[in-house]
């Protein structure tokens, strides 16, 4: 079984993945109910979590229910000690959901939430993030996790989300970044799948982001802050969490006076 959830998770085209989890995760849920392990979201215990991963796989990750993640888990524990998102009415941009967050958001009656990809089957908004379909000055707070990776032109994909931003607004921009690296590494030339898993570790990523992922954030206009909110948080709960210690939060702010 677990082989089979393994492959299922790595080839299964994401929105295919997306439909069928409504209806495995139920069983996966009774099957896995215990103690050892708590995921925040949901507040649902287990006594163990599922694997996860496409080329390494990474062993007690995936949350049965919500489909979690550590950078799930993360923020939303991020959000809830250290932000205002779950009080304040805000207009939300959400890019490619994730289906951990999706519903409890959408559930929200101080958000008015928004969400945008170019072929999730959660996204209000089909529209490619290097064009939005938005206003300038539009959002409170954007969400924009794991995505930039997938970008061709990741720079005019920060210029866009930098525009649909308020003054004053902010946001969550994860990716995965290789900390042994100063500098992304990418080549528009690599085009294949099986090139682009050799060249950056996933068929479907265009780079691999170094430290200079913040400055590129800073060039497009954001400040950035770089948030390891896991050293507020005690061992034992990092633990039963299930979170990666050190993961950086890029916390991006458009300043209220911008050079627009």
Known sequence: MKRLFRYGMNLIPRPILINISY??????????????????????????????????QRENVLAPNTFSLERHRLMWLYLTNKTNFFQAKQKV???????????????????DYITSDI???????????????????????????????????????MSELFRVM????WGIFQVPISYQRELTYEDSSVTSKEERKEKFGQYDHVRIYGLD???????????????DYTKEIPTEEINRYRLE??????????????NE
């Open 213 to 227: 992922y913040y400055q590129r954030l800073e060039d497009a206009g954001f400040i950035v802050h770089k948030v």
């Open 93 to 111: 941009l959400h890019i490619a959901p994730e289906q951990a967050f999706y519903k409890r958001f959408r559930a929200m009656q101080n958000l």
């Open 119 to 157: 072929e999730s089957p959660l996204a209000d908004v089909k529209a490619d993030i290097c064009d939005l379909p938005f206003g300038e000055n539009t959002f409170d707070v954007i969400f924009c996790n794991h995505v930039l990776e997938h970008i061709m032109d990741d720079h005019q994909a």
């Open 23 to 56: 209806i495995i995760r139920p069983v996966l849920v009774w099957l896995l109910k215990g103690n050892r392990y708590y995921d925040p979201i949901d507040g649902q215990g287990y006594y163990k979590m599922l694997p996860y991963g496409y080329e390494k």
């Open 245 to 258: 210690k050190g993961e950086i939060l890029p916390v991006v702010e458009k300043p209220i006076q911008t």
């Open 166 to 169: 308020k003054p004053g607004g």
